[in-house]
């Protein structure tokens, strides 16, 4: 049988997410290691049984893989290298994972996973069928154990998002003062005309019993007065636009955070055997993953899924074989 392993890694090579979902409600990931009993939810598991009792002794407890995605179907679209074999086929993937942390975020142990993997794989008889694995990315969404350097980032968006929270008080409060100052700058107002109307009227009547002299007084006074409010309303103007200035400085922090999480997520994953952070929307750490292509190949209509059922037992013996090794 031919067993081969390619590694994908591209900035537009395929990936994968767990847990994934999708935009069909039936259609979602199943943590069979977790729950066994979800096993009968999968349509192709229920479909085709040797399918489903691959996936059951995977995510078998204790075992160091588990599943996390597969699919299965017939094809007539055969390559020119694959006609040798047949004119039609079976085929299905499944992706697996490591349950360790430490081999999720090792490309070194994906690599000698595999290749010890395809050199049981060609030890078997020759048949027509094939099993391909490709090394894949993938970003796993594991909120409850980050690596300490998320953690830390984690507690730093906390913390930026509490302190947000204490300038939108700061915000409410200026409001508030502000439009308690604006309410007593009125009543000022209707109490200074109030006062003048008074004056003016005191003033008449005893205009020609006062000295010319208290006049320019009366007049140096207001100006004093309008001073005094001008100097209040410059203030007032000035607590305003300090009040501007924060939330502008508040606007350009908000900014400053949503460009560097579009960064972050632009970021060109590397090979590198460690765990990589991605933050911004839907966070996750980056790690790696296997997908198997299983493929049996025949003239008619009975021996290509024969032939896959053969090629996919024979994967799942190797896997059982690695896994006591």
Partial sequence: ?????????????????LPWSSTEPAVRFYDL???PELLQQIPEAVTYPELGAFLARINAGGFPLATAKCDAWRSREVTPEEE????????SYIDLVFEGEAERWSFEKHEAF?????????????IPAAVEVVIRRCYYHEVNDLPEAAADEAATDEAVAGDGDEVEKEFKADDEVEARDAAGAGEAADVGDKVETEDAVEVNDAADAK?????PSGV???EGADRVDANER?????????????RVDAGQQAEADIEKAEAAERLDMTFADERVWVSGPGEAVSGFC???YVTGFGDSDHEPRLRWQIALALLQNALVQLARN
């Fill in 234 to 246: 410059t203030e007032q103007q000035a607590d305003v636009g300090q009040g501007m200035k924060r």
């Fill in 220 to 222: 140096a006074n207001r």
């Fill in 1 to 17: 049988m031919h067993a081969d392993f390619s590694v994908e890694l591209g900035r537009d090579d395929a990936a994968l997410e």
């Fill in 84 to 91: 040798i074999f047949g004119d039609s086929k079976f085929v």
């Fill in 33 to 35: 290691k977790s729950h």
């Fill in 211 to 215: 000295d010319a002299d208290e006049r």
């Fill in 114 to 126: 595999a290749k010890d993997l395809c050199r049981l794989l060609s030890q078997t008889p020759e």
């Fill in 290 to 292: 296997f997908t198997a």
